[in-house]
């Protein structure tokens, strides 16, 4: 009986302990969920007074850009004004803005994962339609997991240039910097936004574009400072990072399988190595084309938008006209030297700038693009572009190269032959690598193409060493196997294959001169011209199609140059092939 009695009293206690403990526990739950209400409340109203600030301050931002418009163009408009520079203002209208209407945004697009995987497969996809604007914009279907901004450390060092806002007769005179860490940069940058708009938030682009063409033909100068040409990058090489982790880093963009630039085995600061970019408001890149008519890519890490123009490449040569007619020799009297007889050798400076307008009143179509975080702008072969940065940010850039590229190397060594402009890389060098690299009978199209440049190129040589024998040279030596371009002191070809010096002088001269004048001459030859050679009659006994091919060419340049020793000797040198 006292068991039972004590056995009742105690499942009486422990029910009355468990109901008290549950009514505890719900009164605490009830509690919590009330202060996560408040909580999650406060949070929503500070976030959207945050937001209707941001836009409160966007707004405003607008309305003062919008009315500093105004105010320049009542300025501008206003009789005897000389705040625009007259040396612009007298040829071309930049007191109306409503050209920047009229330039076209260039095409973007927006791979899957799947036609994201192969970065050049995906170029060349889109390359006919693009190719048409100069320029076109990328954005991939993924994020990188860190930006650059993470990557770099606040105290990464890098030296400025120091751009004037202002286009004295066209031209940009850059002057140089200082040693300046990232944070210091952007701090920097931040402050001369802020100075012109009340804060360094993102003004909408369409204002800062007529702000930066207003700000750039002033008479009244100031200036801005930019970090170009920095060694390094801003991608991780963190696994996890999927951008990073892709074929579409720029940092080993150059070296993947389908860019021809992979045989060129000594870094290239800027063309097989990328290079950073870090900007402020109005940070300027001239007009230019990329060296030796590269493709380029370009990558922007993070911060501010960029403002590009493009213009197509089968215009290269119009704009070129334009620039040397209204720029360099007529409406500003440039002063040209023996070297600057086009516009072409001014405008490989990289410090020439002027509005689109100029070149669209001439017929030349523009294109723009604004290129956001996390979106690669892609330029294509001769396509001239400029631009500048909206505010602070941090891109990348290099050059690359498939198979398409290679009219376009050739067309830029003979330009630069004319205008003694250096290569970069050797074409002849390229071509050589890659078709020696094939390791099957059958040539894909593009292959073709690649070994038909090959044997003109080596048949021109051997022609010319075959004209040289007819007045035997004075001794022979041989050129050693490495990446250094020997460039003819004539024209500035490259002589990858073969070179003549004379006694009296150490300068190499191509093969492709009056042979007459080589009596005496020293020959140098390719270390390995007979495995060069090797090559290429295995290469063309495999397919007589190719043959005829190099043949008519050949036939083609002697006609077209009336060549007389080509026509001669060609016969034997398309033989040997």
Known sequence: MIWGSFHDHLVVFLRIAGKKSGDANKQAAATAKKQQAAENAKRRGAEAEAAANAKKREAEAAANAKKRELQSKKQMAAPGTTDISPTIANGYNVRDYDWLHSVKDCPVYKPSF?????????????????????????????PPSKTANVILSTDFKFKTTVQPLQANNGQIVYEEGRMRTLAQFEVQANKFMAARYANSIMIPPRLLEIDFWHELLRIKQSQVEYGINIEGSGFSGLLDDALASSAWNLKTFS????????????????????????????????????????????????????????????QATLLEEIAEKEIFNNQFQWEVTSQETNGANILAKKTTMFPPNMLQDHGVMVSRATQLCGEFIVTFPRAYHAGFSNGFNIGEAVNFAPYDWIDFGNLAA????????????????????????????????AERELAIHFGISLSLHKVARSCLYQSPPQGFDTIQKDDNIVLCTNCGRDCFFSYVIHEDSSDPICLLHDWSRFKGCKLYLHQDIKEIENKQSELFKKDNQLVQQVQDALHDIAITTANKWLLKFMVNVVVSL
């Open 114 to 142: 799947a036609e994201f995987e192969d970065p050049f497969q995906y170029i060349q996809s889109i390359a006919k339609e693009a190719s048409e604007y100069g320029i076109c914009k990328i954005i991939p279907p993924f």
């Open 255 to 314: 070296k993947l399988p389908k860019c021809l630039l992979r045989h060129v085995e000594r870094p290239i600061k800027g063309v097989t190595e990328p290079m950073m970019y870090i900007g402020m408001l109005f940070g300027t890149f001239a007009w230019h084309v990329e060296d030796n008519y590269l493709y380029s890519i370009n990558y922007h890490h993070c911060g501010a938008p960029k403002t590009w123009y493009g213009v197509p490449g089968k």
């Open 414 to 445: 003979r330009n630069y032959a004319r205008s003694g402009i250096s290569s970069i890389v050797s074409c002849d060098q390229i071509i050589f690598k890659e078709c020696i690299s094939f390791d099957r009978d059958t040539l894909t199209d």
